[in-house]
């Protein structure tokens, strides 16, 4: 990476990081700290399984815990990828004379920029709402109506888009897996590595080795790493709770379900944009080998010097079919 590129890319997550914990601080850690863990640990001592009351100021409290911890995680992450990026600053990893694999098709692209489109207006204009008596917040938050609907309809379809990825991708899982078995269905589609707990474990804690000791182990990553297999998976898990409860509130208000749609709603969404701000964008885009944006979701291609380096186990499996097309 150029000396430039890179120190831009080391600022800008830099950057990413400290605004990510400030809005996680306001969206959920501020409740935590203020009273919040008391109130965690007093229901769980008095557990009321049976009633949703109960389930409602659990989720509460309970998810602030979830996205602090992930917070903490996400950036040691970061600062141990930077760590390792920074060795190689003022160094060229590829030329363009060497050779490219496809990693994204024009399909896949396309709903990306969709998913990135509409999960940013869902998210601007909810937590815009959230914060609407914060004196900063209400000189762009003009019109609640204006808002509201925005927000409904920037998540129908970002729901939309959901179930579609679902039935299109899911149909050939299904056909994958009857044909050549789980084995098969695991080398087509290289996500479904992420139930390999013990690969992705030890993928986490060899970045935090390497970061550490230079001649360590590097993490050995298929098709996906530990961004896209967070980003992937933890889209089916927030989709599913923001799209329940988001459906249940425009029938029912904020009050369905005794408050619970609202409250899990917020939370989750809340944990959704601290992971975007925190691990996706600083690991996806603005690290410094790929600062300003990953150029793999503009072409879809990747150098395969890249491939070698960050995705070790892709590189055999496409290493391994060139020799046995030859």
Same mark, same amino acid.
């Given at each position: 990476m150029s000396k430039a590129r890179g120190i831009a890319g080391f600022i800008v997550t830099i950057f990413l990081i400290g605004f990510g914990w400030v809005f996680a601080y306001y969206?959920?850690?501020?409740?935590?700290?203020?009273?919040?863990?008391?109130?965690?640990?007093?229901?769980?001592?008095h557990p009321e399984l049976t009633s949703i009351v109960w389930w409602r100021d659990f989720i509460w409290y309970f998810w602030p815990v979830v996205i602090l911890l992930f917070s903490l995680f996400a950036t040691t992450y970061v600062i141990a990828m930077l760590s390792v990026e920074l060795r190689y600053l003022g160094l060229e990893h590829h030329s363009k004379e060497e050779?490219?694999?496809?990693?994204?098709?024009? @399909?896949?692209?396309?709903?990306?920029?969709?998913?990135?489109?509409?999960? @940013?207006?869902?998210? @601007?204009?909810?937590?815009?709402?959230?914060?609407?008596?914060?004196?900063?917040?209400?000189?762009?938050? #003009?019109?609640?109506?204006?808002?509201?609907?925005?927000? !409904? #309809?920037?998540?129908?379809?970002?729901?939309?888009?959901?179930?579609?990825?679902?039935?299109?991708?899911?149909?050939?899982?299904?056909m994958t897996i009857r044909k050549k078995g789980w084995a098969g269905a695991v080398e087509k589609f290289p996500l479904l590595r992420v139930f390999n707990f013990n690969e992705v474990l030890t993928n986490i804690s060899r970045l935090y080795i390497l970061a550490l000791n230079p001649k360590g182990p590097g993490p050995e990553w298929d098709k996906?790493?530990?961004?896209?297999?967070?980003?992937?998976?933890?889209?089916?898990?927030?989709?599913? !709770?923001?799209? !329940?409860?988001?459906?249940?509130?425009? @029938?029912?208000?904020?009050?369905?379900?005794?408050?619970?749609?609202?409250?899990?709603? #917020?939370r989750e969404?809340?944990?959704?944009?601290?992971?975007?701000?925190?691990?996706?964008?600083?690991?996806?885009?603005?690290?410094p080998s790929r600062f300003p944006v990953d150029k793999a979701f503009l072409t879809g291609n990747v150098p395969l010097s890249e491939v070698k380096r960050e995705n070790p186990l892709w590189y055999k499996r496409l290493y391994s079919k060139l020799k046995g097309e030859k």
């Open positions: 969206a959920a850690l501020d409740d935590l700290f203020a009273g919040g863990l008391l109130k965690l640990l007093s229901l769980i001592r050779g490219y694999v496809v990693k994204y098709t024009v @399909f896949q692209r396309i709903q990306y920029y969709l998913l990135y489109v509409l999960f @940013f207006l869902v998210a @601007f204009t909810g937590f815009v709402m959230h914060f609407g008596n914060n004196p900063y917040i209400k000189y762009i938050y #003009v019109s609640r109506e204006l808002y509201t609907t925005l927000h !409904v #309809v920037s998540g129908v379809l970002l729901g939309a888009l959901a179930l579609f990825h679902v039935g299109y991708y899911g149909t050939q899982l299904l996906y790493d530990i961004e896209s297999l967070l980003h992937y998976w933890g889209e089916y898990f927030g989709m599913t !709770v923001i799209g !329940v409860t988001g459906v249940a509130m425009i @029938f029912y208000g904020a009050s369905a379900w005794a408050g619970f749609a609202w409250a899990f709603h #917020v969404a809340a944990l959704a944009v601290a992971i975007w701000l925190l691990l996706i964008l600083p690991l996806a885009h603005f690290r």
